[in-house]
């Protein structure tokens, strides 16, 4: 057998040449990958323009009171005397009362869902959990404010009068002995606020606790399990570890997230303007009530005033975010979170 | 030992065999020891547990409602969970060691804890119904406003027709907006990409810390103060859109980033242009995460209240043009009538609440129906993923 090559016509050969291969995008995909470019930009001017539109409100404020905005406590633009030393005290308070109270309730949360809580049932409380963190927090502020603020205020008292000589939980205007405590001085405190608000959060840093705690390995939990580790040893030696980056991810989102909380806050807590020690003592402020209850009578000058600590609420958002965020990048574990 | 390499292998294997005993088994025969069954607890376990949570009951009604002067409801609660942690490692360390205690209280403690977030989550759904469910019950509080209708007078007269109708209108648009905007830029960082993309990505992460009453003051004073407009729901919209669009934009970008690159190359191998390939193959393996993340987007923003309220204003009647004056929505009735302090109000406040709350779970629920991988008969359907 022999191979017969087909004829080819050479005489008549059309003139076959090669394809050129580039980079570059012709045609529709030239203008796709321009309006794709379009599109980002724009977003990027919207955004961007938003942080540069802030930051440079805040300067007037800045050159006028100098450093002093940052350590006067007093908000009173009658007298000239404006600062943030106060409303941001109170800020970290608020979100220190909800993540004092959010992160061991989260924590367990992510851990019973993902080790404790039979896998039928498993998807139907990661929804719940969703749906908590859908709920608006004007709820929130709502339920605390109106059906859990006297309970509040009683273990408010029992503070008083236990650990009272702790500065954090002393009353000063209050007195704890009395047969009926005063409620009125020991609610509407930035301990009942943090308590909104750490229900507001919790889901948040829940979710993206349960996220990575879910993919801790298989093989190495049941390489601990089979060397006879009980639940919670596999739990302490594998999963907590595994999800370390993802714990302290998760619990800085929802930080970030608690500091700029406005209407929970402001339906709580009653507006004061001096830096108070005490998170269970009546009265309080932070950066976004603030700005909720003072923009309405603003002037010129007392409105690049509120702008100017937005941007510093801005300015520790988004510090906090980053670091959460190169946190959970670095860790193992972070690999597949967003 | 030393090994003699000099001898051929199969000498020595030959050298090690010998006989094999099979030992006999007897089928029928009950096991030495009975067997113990992997997860699930044995009588005595169960006993133990809930006993201890039985005393613990005892225990805590002795002492905080006999013993010690902390009556009332939460103290019970709290004395419940002490006592019971207390009991489960007193008994488990009567039977079992150190480690056996220490696993059954971590157990305890976790459960006891995510009951908590549980009971916190049906607590909030439940006291909002129960408060709300009254002005619900007349029709007229969907379909009337509050135009002159007083804060005190009873429930059959006004309604919230114009705070529902504004918290959807402004929604609308604010998706209308975003939408485009957010899986546009979502689309540019991950297919397009190169290292303008890497630094939008940079900014919009970094706005995505934007606190919203930020976003309020920043369309409130430019929108508002600097252009000269007034209050009106497009205001709230921008607002919102300024809110929601690193947020959507984030989210879509997360959720086109897994989409299998396989599928992309195979595509592109097939002779399809880049945005043929975008548009036939990425976007729609991507939609039910996409639909999920514009969902999740909607639902932070119909319950958000402080853009809206620096920039919307509130009416009292209902409006269906947001270019012009103000407009109410669900949140802000709802910020409203718990400020007025008057009783019918509050109670219509409520009512408002679960209007959203239940809003915001049909939305919930489509969004989870989305998210459900779809099912093909012609492909043996894999487990879903949870």
Redo the contacts between chains.
């Keep these: 057998m022999s191979t017969i090559l087909p004829d080819l016509d050479r005489a008549g050969e059309v003139d076959v040449t090669a394809r050129p291969i580039s980079r570059r995008?012709t045609?529709?995909?030239a203008?796709?990958?321009h309006?794709?470019?379009a599109?980002?930009?724009?977003?990027?001017v919207?955004?961007?323009g938003?942080?540069l539109?802030?930051g440079l409100?805040a300067v007037p404020t800045f050159q006028r009171y100098g450093l002093a905005f940052l350590t006067e406590q007093q908000w009173s633009p009658d007298t000239d005397v404006i600062g943030i030393a106060a409303v941001l005290v109170g800020t970290l308070q608020v979100a220190f009362v909800a993540m004092v109270i959010a992160f061991?309730?989260a924590l367990?949360?992510a851990?019973?869902?993902s080790e404790?809580a039979p896998a039928r049932i498993?998807?139907t409380l990661?929804?719940?959990?969703?749906?908590?963190a859908?709920?608006?927090?004007?709820?929130?502020?709502?339920?605390v404010?109106?059906?859990l603020m006297p309970?509040a205020a009683?273990?408010s008292i029992w503070f008083d009068r236990t650990v009272g000589w702790i500065p954090l939980f002393a009353v000063p205007g209050g007195n704890a002995d009395a047969p009926l405590p005063a409620l009125s001085q020991y609610g509407f405190s930035s301990f009942v606020a943090g308590i909104a608000v750490s229900?507001m959060v919790?889901p948040m840093a829940?979710a993206v606790m349960r996220q990575v705690f879910?993919q801790t390995p298989p093989g190495e939990k049941e390489a601990a399990l089979a060397l006879g580790a009980?639940?919670?040893?596999m739990?302490r030696t594998v999963v907590l570890p595994f999800g370390r980056g993802g714990i302290i991810g998760g619990t800085m989102l929802a930080l970030?997230r608690a500091?700029?909380e406005?209407?929970a806050v402001a339906?709580i807590l009653s507006p004061a303007f001096e830096i108070k020690w005490s998170v269970t003592e009546k009265g309080g402020n932070t950066i976004?009530s603030l700005?909720?209850n003072r923009?309405g009578e603003a002037s010129d000058s007392q409105?690049s005033a509120?702008?100017a600590a937005?941007?510093v609420?801005?300015l520790i958002?988004?510090l906090?975010?980053?670091l959460a965020?190169i946190v959970v990048n670095r860790s193992r574990s972070g690999a597949e979170t967003? | 030992m030393t090994i003699d390499f000099s001898q051929a292998p199969d000498t020595q294997v030959a050298a090690a065999s010998g006989r094999t005993f099979l030992p006999s088994y007897d089928d029928d025969a009950p096991p030495i020891a009975p067997r113990s069954s992997l997860g699930r607890m044995t009588p005595d376990e169960l006993f133990v547990r809930a006993g201890s949570w039985l005393a613990a009951l005892g225990l805590a009604w002795i002492t905080t409602q006999r013993l010690l002067p902390l009556p009332?409801v939460?103290w019970f609660l709290i004395a419940f969970f002490v006592f019971g942690i207390l009991a489960t490692a007193v008994t488990t360390a009567a039977t079992g060691t150190w480690?056996?205690v220490?696993?059954r209280v971590?157990?305890a403690?976790?459960?006891?804890?995510?009951l908590?977030?549980?009971i916190?989550?049906v607590?909030?759904v439940t006291?909002?119904a129960v408060k709300g469910f009254r002005p619900l019950l007349n029709l007229n509080f969907f379909l009337d406003d509050m135009s002159g209708v007083g804060p005190k007078d009873p429930f059959d007269e006004g309604g919230i027709r114009h705070a529902i109708l504004g918290s959807l209108i402004e929604i609308g648009i604010a998706v209308a907006i975003t939408l485009?905007?957010?899986v546009?830029?979502a689309?540019?960082?991950t297919?397009?990409g190169g290292r303008?993309?890497r630094?939008?990505r940079t900014?919009?992460?970094?706005?995505?810390?934007?606190?919203?009453?930020?976003?309020g003051?920043?369309i409130?004073?430019?929108w508002i103060?600097a252009l000269g407009n007034d209050r009106s729901g497009f205001a709230a919209s921008l607002a919102l859109s300024?809110m929601m669009?690193?947020i959507i934009?984030?989210?879509s970008d997360?959720v086109l980033r897994v989409v299998p690159g396989g599928l992309r190359e195979a595509s592109l191998a097939l002779g399809a242009?880049?945005?043929?390939t975008?548009w036939h193959v990425v976007l729609p393996t991507a939609r039910p995460g996409l639909a999920t993340a514009l969902i999740?987007g909607i639902?932070?923003g119909?319950?958000?209240?402080?853009p809206v309220?620096?920039t919307s204003g509130a009416a009292e009647f209902t409006k269906a043009n947001p270019f012009e004056g103000a407009m109410n929505s669900l949140?802000l009735f709802?910020?409203g009538g718990?400020?007025s302090g008057n009783d019918v109000a509050?109670q219509r406040?409520?009512g408002a609440?679960l209007v959203?709350?239940i809003l915001?779970?049909v939305?919930?629920v489509i969004a989870?129906l989305l998210a459900r991988p779809r099912r093909t008969t012609t492909r043996p359907s894999r487990k879903?993923r949870?």
């Design positions: 995008s045609g529709a995909d203008v796709f990958a309006g794709a470019r599109v980002g930009a724009s977003v990027l919207i955004t961007g938003v942080g539109f802030l409100q061991p309730l367990a949360t851990l019973f869902i404790y498993r998807a990661v929804s719940l959990v969703d749906l908590m859908a709920v608006p927090s004007v709820i929130y502020g709502l339920f404010a109106l059906l309970y009683d273990l229900m919790m829940c879910s009980s639940t919670w040893g739990i970030g500091l700029g406005t209407i339906l976004s700005i909720a923009f409105l509120l702008l937005g941007f609420l801005f958002t988004l906090i975010n980053t965020a967003d | 009332g939460p480690i056996d220490k696993d971590a157990g403690v976790i459960t006891g804890l995510a908590v977030v549980g916190a989550l607590a909030v006291y909002v485009p905007l957010g546009g830029t689309v540019f960082m297919e397009v303008f993309a630094i939008v900014i919009v992460e970094a706005m995505t810390a934007l606190p919203s009453i930020v976003a003051l920043f409130y004073t430019v103060l300024v669009l690193p934009a984030r989210a997360v242009s880049r945005w043929r975008v999740l639902a932070r119909v319950g958000e209240t402080s309220l620096l949140p709802i910020f718990v400020r509050i406040a409520y609440a959203l709350l915001v779970l939305l919930f989870r879903a949870s």
